[in-house]
Structures are given as structure tokens and as C-alpha cells.
């Protein structure tokens, strides 16, 4: 079964870039036809779509967010990236990484990781 | 860009139906999914494809989508059912969710 977990630093400075990496166990990264996406929750608010990668290394990224985010595959570690440049408080959330495991059309994201909480402060 | 509406709340007695809406400008013509999300956990997925259940998810959990509403229906509603509630759908290639709905269970 395929496990999925962030990490990264909880304290991120104003203007400076987040990264956030997202290790996949019980699966290859680089096998399947699969979405992985970023997604982000501020505290006590909603759901955020970040962007996504898929296996082929094509990407979409949410447009209010695009020209700040990066997000690639790492096979030989088998992690997930997320970079987001030029932070401000608006981006403390708590950061989550999911995958869909099936390309076609409607199917969601049914794997999660359990989360990891940014904060940016000076 | 493309906004999923959704009430911010919705209260159900245990043992009745709960109905979460999610309203988009032709939703119908697109797939919606829904997700579960109890506090301090991650998102499950509940409803796929407008109403398809992944494995381990419980009948009582049912969905639909047509014109400019999807719904979620929650037959027999439950104590453990309380939580808040995602709907998402696709925008070309970019996925939306919905504001959420917060279930209260009383």
C-alpha cells in the first residue's frame, strides 16, 4: 500500500522560496500512470489546489499561483517536490501531497499524506 | 476561473439523510468528486466520478451531478459522519474545490 509523507521546514522567512519534498513508499514514483498533485489548507479555511505533476513529468499548476511554483519528480529518491518562491504569511497552510491513481477522466485524489505545516515569519 | 459554491454548513439528526450541494456554472458536464475531512486528518475521497464509492467507503454515502449541482447524500447519517465536506471538479486542467461544508451531526 502506497504511503505518502511530507517534510520540509515548519519556518519559512518573508520573500524566500518554500520547499517541501514528499516521500512515496510501497510504490514507485516513477511506475503507473498517476497525478501528484500539492495541495494547501490555511488554518481553519479550505482546501487549495497547488499544482500537479504527472508521471511523465508533465505539469499544471493553479493559475493564481503559477508564477511562484515548481513542482517535479525526484525517481531516483523516489520524492515528490514542491518549491514556491517569494513567500509572504499568505502561504502559511498546512501542505499536503496526494496522488490519483488512475488517469481517466473524474477520478480523485485517494491517497494523501498526513500533512505538514509551514509558517512564514520573520 | 471556475468557483464551486457550497453552504458553509449543514445540521443533521442521527439516522436522517444529509444533503451537501455544490453549485458550478454546468457542473453536470464536468465530474465532481467529494472528500472527507475530519479534524486535524487528511482529505479522504468518498465520491468519485459523480458517484462512484472507492473501496471501504460505506453505502450510506451516495452522489449526484446534474445541471449546475452536485450533491452529496448521506443516507442514515451517523455520528462519525460529522466532519467537513470538499467537492472538486476540473477546469480544463486544473483542479477546483469548493469552499466546504462543515456537517454537524446533533
Known amino acids: 500500500q502506497v504511503r505518502l509523507q511530507e517534510s520540509g521546514p515548519g519556518l519559512v522567512k518573508p520573500s524566500q522560496t518554500l520547499s517541501l519534498t514528499c516521500s512515496v513508499s510501497?510504490?514507485?514514483?516513477?511506475?503507473?500512470?498517476?497525478?501528484w498533485s500539492w495541495i494547501r489548507q490555511p488554518a481553519g479555511k479550505g482546501l487549495e489546489w497547488i499544482g500537479r505533476?504527472?508521471?511523465?513529468?508533465?505539469?499544471d499548476y493553479n493559475p493564481s499561483l503559477k508564477s511562484r511554483v515548481s513542482i517535479s519528480l525526484d525517481t531516483s529518491k523516489n520524492q515528490l517536490s514542491l518549491k514556491l518562491s517569494s513567500v509572504t504569511a499568505a502561504d502559511t497552510a498546512v501542505y499536503f501531497c496526494?496522488?490519483?491513481?488512475?488517469?481517466?477522466?473524474?477520478?480523485?485524489?485517494?491517497?494523501w499524506g498526513q500533512g505538514t505545516t509551514v509558517t512564514v515569519s520573520s | 476561473s471556475y468557483e464551486l459554491a457550497q453552504p458553509p454548513s449543514v445540521s443533521v439528526s442521527p439516522g436522517q439523510t444529509a444533503s451537501i450541494t455544490c453549485s458550478g456554472d454546468?457542473?453536470?458536464?464536468?465530474?465532481t468528486c467529494w472528500y472527507q475531512q475530519k479534524p486535524g486528518q487528511s482529505p479522504v475521497l468518498v465520491i468519485y466520478?459523480?458517484?462512484k464509492r472507492p473501496s471501504g467507503i460505506p453505502e450510506r454515502f451516495s452522489g449526484s451531478n446534474s445541471g449546475n449541482t452536485a450533491t452529496l447524500t448521506i443516507s442514515g447519517t451517523q455520528a462519525m459522519d460529522e466532519a467537513d465536506y470538499y467537492c472538486?471538479?476540473?477546469?480544463?486542467?486544473?483542479?477546483?474545490f469548493g469552499g466546504g461544508t462543515k456537517l454537524t451531526v446533533l
Open positions: 496526494a496522488r490519483r491513481s488512475s488517469p481517466s477522466s473524474g477520478h480523485g485524489m485517494d491517497v
Open positions: 510501497g510504490g514507485s514514483i516513477a511506475s503507473g500512470n498517476y497525478y
Open positions: 505533476i504527472y508521471t511523465s513529468g508533465n505539469t
Open positions: 454546468k457542473l453536470g458536464d464536468r465530474y
Open positions: 466520478q459523480d458517484t
Open positions: 472538486q471538479a476540473w477546469d480544463s486542467s486544473t483542479v477546483v
